[in-house]
C-alpha cells in the first residue's frame, strides 16, 4: 500500500485557505482533514471532534509530554495543537491528509515532518486581503494594522514552502490546491520503485 500523503496549506489570515480546504474536501471524499486539539472552551454551535477536540489542560499537557503533536502553540493562555496518531494512522492507510493551519504552526511542522507538501495560499494584493479582513466587520484601525503586518510577515516566509496559490478567483485557487495533490500523489518515490518493477516483472 502507498503511504498517504501529508499537505499543509496555510496563509495569511483573509487569503480564503479555510475556504478552499472546504470545497476540496466538498469535492474529494477520499481527503481527510485533520482537526485540531484545544484547551479553550466551545463556541457556540461548535461540535467537539468536528471543529476541534476539545480537551482540559492536563490532558493536553499530559499529550506533550507523550510527544503526541506534529506541532502546538499557547495562544492567549489556550493550547492549540495537531495530534500526531490520527495523522500518521490515517497516512499509513493511504489515506491523503489536509491540514489547513497558520503559518507558525506549518514551519513547525516542516520540521517535525519535512515530508509534508507545503502549500501557501496567498491573497491577490494586500488591498484585496484588507478588503476581505473588513468585511469580516470586526476590526479597528488599530488591529487592521497589525494584522496586515503579520500578514507580510507571514508571506516573508513563503520560501520554506513548494507551492504557492493566488486565491484571486476561488475556482481556479480550488483547481490549483487540488492538481497539486493530484500531481504529488503521482510522483515516483524510492519506496515505491521496487514495487512496481516487482509487480512488472510478474507480469512477464
Not at 55 to 75: C, K, N, P, Q, R
Not at 108 to 115: A, G, L, T, W
Not at 136 to 153: D, H, I, N, P, Y
Not at 169 to 195: F, G, M, P, T, Y
Request: hydrophobic share 35%.
Amino acid at each position: 500500500m502507498t503511504k498517504g500523503k501529508l499537505f499543509v496549506i496555510s496563509g495569511p489570515s483573509g487569503a480564503g485557505k479555510g475556504t478552499i480546504c472546504k470545497e476540496i474536501l466538498d469535492e474529494d471524499k477520499t481527503l481527510k482533514l485533520s482537526v485540531s486539539m484545544t484547551t479553550r472552551k466551545p463556541r457556540d454551535g461548535e461540535v467537539d471532534g468536528v471543529h476541534y477536540h476539545f480537551v482540559d489542560h492536563s490532558a493536553f499537557v499530559s499529550l506533550i509530554a507523550e510527544d503526541g503533536f506534529m506541532e502546538y502553540a499557547d495562544v492567549y493562555g489556550n493550547f492549540y495543537g495537531t495530534p500526531k496518531k490520527q495523522v500518521m494512522d490515517w497516512m499509513d492507510e493511504g489515506i491523503n491528509v489536509i491540514l489547513e493551519i497558520d503559518v507558525q504552526g506549518a514551519l513547525q511542522i516542516k520540521k517535525s515532518y519535512p515530508e509534508g507538501i507545503f502549500i501557501f495560499i496567498l491573497p491577490p494584493s494586500i488591498e484585496e486581503l484588507k478588503n476581505r479582513i473588513l468585511g469580516r466587520g470586526s476590526e479597528t484601525e488599530e488591529t487592521m494594522a497589525r494584522r496586515l503586518g503579520a500578514a507580510l510577515k507571514e508571506i516573508s516566509s513563503i520560501d520554506e514552502y513548494d507551492y504557492r496559490v493566488v486565491n484571486e478567483d476561488l475556482q481556479e485557487a480550488v483547481d490549483r490546491v487540488k492538481a497539486i495533490i493530484s500531481a504529488e500523489h503521482s510522483k515516483i518515490n524510492d519506496e515505491e520503485v521496487e514495487r512496481i518493477i516487482n509487480r512488472y516483472k510478474e507480469e512477464l
